[in-house]
């Protein structure tokens, strides 16, 4: 028996199985998908929130939308305005509603990002080929927060204006740009109608921007997950209807004078608005500092642990008849077919061609060739298919079962 | 037919019955290599020789008819959880593929009592485990896989 095992002799996690760091993601994993199965056992798996963790926040945002439109018919952008327009809602049918299920949809939203990250991370689909869906992960982090924050800014009560002081202030802090910045959040030197608008300005500014950087989240993904089951949905809307109709959303004091900085205000929100607690308490340097150590953090994540890239799929010229199959099952869109002249055939052709970056060496690709064109670079079918000849069992027929 | 295809033993074996399966297994799914020898057969059911990928997607259902062809009694299909799957739509490929809704498999039929797809997730060793055995005592009932003979008395062509 000459055949060694060929399969995955080369991979990393054969090569270094003792890497501290790689052990703990495996029994991590481990771990998540014990508790996933758990959940499957209670609901089935087409309605287990872990396997829709990356369409969970798409939803709510929709759902931030959708309520967001509903606060822009009646919302009015001024200093002494936000906070009567806000009275006026509240009057208005379902304006309550509207209103406090933006506010918890927003919370909904930043809840559900973190289940996605802590999901992906934990079950190790966060580095590598996963990279730039990481990257531009932690940006809509960050600009979820700028939502957030924002969002906060508007309403027009004393911790509105508490926050753009300390905002104000922090930036402040910031070496050489510090005044710039400042001014560019108050648009202008004092708490004028225009900080207000801007704050709506940086609010809408920092949606579109999700919009944007979800595009590039979700670019080399060929079928995304963006929608959840109808039960999850049901649920998720259910739950946020259900709190803000518990606990409407609701303004604390208006404020009387703007351009004093209140001494203390309610936080309120412990999702969102911690960096303020932060900033009041221990000064704007331990707030830069939280900043740069989670976003930087969650930055650098990745890069921890790398794999040498060794698998990655690779086209037999002569055998691709270009059919197309293996780049529609590819899950990360790295194989794309593009024109080429068929020798054999004589005619113009499709020959798909692998994009290596993209490519997670998951040999899916693989699976849907029916003509053997195409190969991962360092565990080719032909020898599996040896072996699996090669090791089949040695049985003679009975003589009645050969004959007739 | 009139003249016998192969060398013909009269002896029938003495030994029992034991069905030689081939696993074909997803690396994330089950955890495979606490479960393998170093020659590549699971420690607690030796006649079942395992072989790695690195996604369940990869695994071609002619492959598997290549087994049954070459005369292995079952084939084994492990992969992640449905629902989960580290690459995202392997597990789920692979299920369409070997249940016959998929190209390339899209029409083509193989022995159903033989190949078995199992879906399980990577801390789920003790179902698979009960599953290779039940599945193993099910080989049992059917009659050895006869590599020259495919049932209905013809030759095979391989």
New interface residues.
Partial sequence: MSAQPIEAVERDDVLQPRHPYRRFLRSATRWQVAVERKVNELVSYEQNPFYFHGALPTFVFWMLIASGIGLLFYYKATLTESYESLVYLAKVPFGNCIRSSHRYSADAMLLAIYLHTFRVYITDRHREYRIVPWLTGVVLLLLTYVAGISGYMLVGDQRSWGLIHQSVQAFQAVPLVGDFLASQVLAGPDITDYTVARALFFHLLSAMAIFWFLWMHLLRIRRPFMIVTIGIGAAVVGVILMVAGLWPAGSYTPVVEPMHVPEAYEIGNWLYLPGFWLLSSAGPLAFWGAVVLLFGGLLMLPYLLRDTRRNIAMVVRDKCVGCQLCAIDCPYSAITMVPTWNERKKKPDLLAVVYPPRCSECGVCIGSCDFDAIELSSMPYRPIEDLVKELAPKREAPAEAAGD | ??????????T?PAAPFVP?V?ALVC?RSV?I?ELIGPD?RLRDAPQV?V?????S????P??AQ??LD????GVLVVGC????C?????NL??RE?FLGGR??NKFRRMDQQRVSLLWR????AGPFLSEVGSFCDHLRTLP?N????DGK?RKRKR
């Fill in positions: 037919m009139s003249e016998p295809t192969v060398a013909t033993t009269a029938p030689q081939l690396e955890p290599d590549q020789y072989l790695r990928f690195p996604c997607g990869m695994i071609k002619s492959l290549l087994a070459e005369g292995w009694d959880a449905v629902g989960d580290h690459f995202r739509e392997g490929w692979a593929r190209a390339p997730a990577a801390s789920e050895p006869l590599r020259s003979d008395g």
